[in-house]
């Protein structure tokens, strides 16, 4: 009797293990020859080459020969700038569409970035639910998350102030230089710290519902809000989707 209870004790250890391990894997993925798993590719120095998989999320108005891409796999965001591409083959690149990008890494005022990169649509799609942030607003845990689709929850707009010293609930353009189909910059704080956030002209045009909310925002509304978590100088979120409360 005893050495069968230590079988079962066993047999059940080891499952609770397999379980761990299948556990501390969760949502990756296994990737092609040669390609990087999202933590060699956060381990990888700036201007090294780097090859990723990974699944378009959104994409930026094609403009000259080139797209900017906002991708993600089941384990972070890849931002891809200024990928030399068709229009025809960027009509291609719809959110879900799996790529293999191959180019370099680099960071601009804090945003870690691929450029001058080359593409291949390979098969299989994925579509990332927006993980809240909020909690990690403010700390430095909230950069682990660059470049996902995120969520932000009960924000509240504060004043923004433009290059005259006129205050506003936002401004086209970071200095309110700008017009309608501009940029749409706005200020939200929580607990305390006030945080810039904006609806990306190129990403989300001034026909769409985010963009028209923008417009609507006044100053003590309390929000939620989805997006990208772009890096500017710190966290700058571009943002797709608004929730006035």
Request: hydrophobic share 35%; proline share 2%; aromatic share 12%.
């Amino acid at each position: 009797m005893k050495k069968l209870i230590a079988v079962v004790l066993t047999l059940a250890v080891s499952s609770c293990a397999l379980i761990a391990c299948g556990g501390s894997g969760a949502g990756s993925e296994k990737k092609g020859e040669g390609v990087m798993t999202y933590g060699e590719y956060v381990a990888a120095p700036v201007d090294s080459e780097v090859t990723v998989e990974t699944y378009v999320q959104a994409a930026n108005a094609w403009w000259d020969g080139k797209i900017t891409l906002y991708t993600q796999d089941k384990d972070g965001g890849y931002f891809i700038y200024d990928m030399p591409c068709s229009e025809e083959d960027a009509a291609k690149l719809t959110p879900g569409t799996k790529i293999k990008v191959k180019g370099y890494k680099s960071e601009w005022s804090g945003e870690v970035e691929i450029i001058d990169a080359t593409f291949e649509i390979e098969d299989g799609s994925y579509i990332a639910q927006a993980e809240d942030v909020t909690e990690y607003l403010g700390k430095d845990e909230l950069e682990n998350h660059m470049n996902e689709f995120v969520s932000f929850k009960g924000l509240v707009i504060e004043p923004s102030k433009d290059a005259d010293g006129n205050e506003a609930p936002f401004l086209y353009n970071w200095d309110g230089s700008g017009e309608v189909g501009n940029d749409v910059y706005f200020n939200v704080s929580k607990d305390g710290q006030t945080y810039t956030f904006l609806v990306r002209a190129y990403l989300t045009g001034q026909d769409t519902g985010v963009y028209k909310t923008a417009e609507t925002l006044k100053v003590g509304d309390t929000i939620d809000c989805e997006g990208f978590l772009y890096w500017y100088e710190g966290v700058n979120p571009h943002i797709t989707n608004i929730t006035i409360k």
